[in-house]
């Protein structure tokens, strides 16, 4: 069975400041993918960035990295330059099985709010 | 880019009444799975089909089934619905197990 834990309830940062919200997993598998949604109060999940476990370097996609630390088993989303728009919920979410396989549910952690003050 | 879509975006129901959810996923996506969403907490996986056949299954009520047809879109059949069944029900779709794109959700009130 996988479990993500997001420790971080909540967080605040300043305007065009940067931010790390945290994610920690535990899974048994050997081949298994990392995911982080944003979640506006809106309501939609916006798919952010995807890291698989046998890649190498850490996934960035604009101003989102992810910093993978296999051996801790931690998956941090970093926020660089936070803007307005980014004040929302974010889960971390783990799939288990490499890609191109048929099964890939998501299993989600509680989510950290974060806002952005200007 | 197309996207995940759903219907209807928002439903009223009132107790033990029957609700169906559509979803179409993105073309040439192969899985489409559905997640319920109740307020305040993390999205929790219900059902996903692969190809058209049932891959998985979570914690889906007895009183729910779903299933996908020909043209690769997914409805979500709920019967006997029960207050606690009020919440945000995503569909998302992959391809080849990848990155899974969710809709703009279902958001169901039951009454």
């Known amino acids: 069975a996988q479990k993500i834990t997001q420790t971080q309830p909540g967080m605040f940062v300043q305007e065009k400041e940067a931010v790390t919200l945290d994610c920690t997993y535990d899974?048994?598998?050997?081949?298994?993918?990392l995911f982080w949604y944003k979640q506006p109060s809106s309501g939609e999940m916006i798919f952010l960035i995807y890291?698989?476990?046998?890649?190498?370097q850490n996934a960035t996609e604009g101003r989102y990295s992810l910093n993978f630390q296999k051996a801790r088993k931690s998956a941090n989303l970093v926020i660089s330059a936070s803007q307005l728009g980014d004040s929302a919920m974010y889960f971390c979410a783990m799939r288990a099985g490499a890609g191109g396989t048929s099964y890939g549910k998501l299993t989600f952690g509680q989510g950290t709010i974060l806002t952005v003050h200007p | 880019a197309a996207g995940v879509i759903q219907s209807p975006r928002h439903l009223i129901k009132e107790k033990r009444e029957t609700a169906t959810l559509k979803c179409y996923p993105i073309p040439r996506h192969d899985t489409v799975y559905w997640y319920q969403q109740g307020p305040g907490q993390d999205p929790q996986f219900l059902i996903s089909?692969?190809?058209?056949?049932?891959?998985d299954k979570g914690s889906i009520p007895d009183r729910f089934s779903a299933q996908q047809f020909s043209d690769y879109h997914s409805e979500l059949n709920m019967s006997s619905l029960e207050l606690g069944d009020s919440a945000l029900y995503f569909c998302?779709?992959?391809?080849?197990?990848?990155?899974?794109?969710f809709g703009p959700g279902t958001r169901l009130t039951v009454t």
């Open positions: 089909f692969y190809e058209k056949m049932q891959s």
């Open positions: 890291q698989g476990s046998y890649d190498e």
């Open positions: 998302a779709s992959s391809l080849a197990n990848y990155e899974q794109y």
């Open positions: 899974t048994s598998d050997q081949s298994y993918g």
